[in-house]
């Protein structure tokens, strides 16, 4: 069954630690993309990246870092630099040339 | 500066009729437009696109229409479903679309029986 997952559904982080979300995709996508939902918001694009080892920043991209050491895999670090980072997360993937992104289950971070 | 703009935050429609949701745009660089929809604490589901050299695109209940003068597109669902109550997202790409997507805020599809 392919598909994109992300783990833990939910997350619970001090404020001032570090901490990283995961996304793998088994759909052989080359493009992967991490995106930010906030209550009333629309998404907001946070890192992607469209080849191995190869990332590029978003529109808000500041207080987070990305690595792309597989096609598979994308994780997502929110550090401690991130000023309101309790948000839901959502990774997403699609064919290189194509517009329709695929997106993963989502995972609701909360810092306190 | 909201780029893609969805000015209704919730509509409310009677089950069997015509749902439209309404989506405006300000970047002339768009030239692919999507609508997802989504269900609280998941992930969005594509449901249907366009691309700016049309201005139509039907896919079974949905129908998407482009106005590219008056940088606007519709989603029309026909017959509205209880099973489409969900938060419809407008997203639109600008040169190729690997540089990601940019969405609206939403707007809350109520199905009433």
């Known amino acids: 069954d392919g598909g994109i997952t992300q783990s833990p559904k939910y997350l619970f982080r001090k404020e001032g630690q570090n901490v990283t979300l995961s996304c793998e995709q088994n759909?052989?996508?080359?493009?992967m993309y991490w995106y930010r939902q906030d209550p009333g918001q629309g998404l907001r694009l946070i890192y992607y990246s469209q080849i191995v080892n190869d990332f590029q920043k978003g529109d808000i991209a500041e207080g987070y870092s990305v690595s792309r050491e597989k096609k598979e895999s994308f994780p997502l670090t929110v550090t401690s630099a991130q000023k309101n980072p309790t948000a839901f997360y959502l990774c997403?993937?699609?064919?290189?040339?194509?517009?329709?992104?695929?997106f993963g289950p989502g995972t609701r971070l909360t810092v306190t | 500066d909201q780029q893609v703009k969805q000015n209704s935050p919730s509509l409310s429609v009677q089950e069997g009729r015509i749902s439209i949701l309404n989506c405006d745009y300000t970047?002339?660089?768009?030239?692919?437009f999507l609508w997802y929809k989504k269900y609280p604490a998941e992930g969005p589901t594509f449901l249907i696109s366009?691309?700016?050299?049309?201005d139509k695109n039907e896919d079974g209940r949905f129908t998407v229409f482009l106005n590219k003068s008056a940088k606007h597109l519709s989603l029309h669902i026909v017959p509205s479903q209880p099973g489409d109550s969900a938060v419809y997202f407008c997203?639109?790409?600008?040169?190729?679309?690997?540089?990601?997507?940019?969405f609206g805020k939403g707007t809350h599809l109520i199905i009433q029986p």
């Open positions: 970047n002339s660089m768009f030239d692919y």
């Open positions: 997403a993937s699609s064919v290189a040339e194509l517009y329709e992104q695929y």
């Open positions: 997203a639109a790409s600008a040169m190729g679309g690997a540089d990601g997507l940019t």
């Open positions: 759909l052989n996508h080359d493009a």
């Open positions: 366009i691309s700016s050299i049309k």
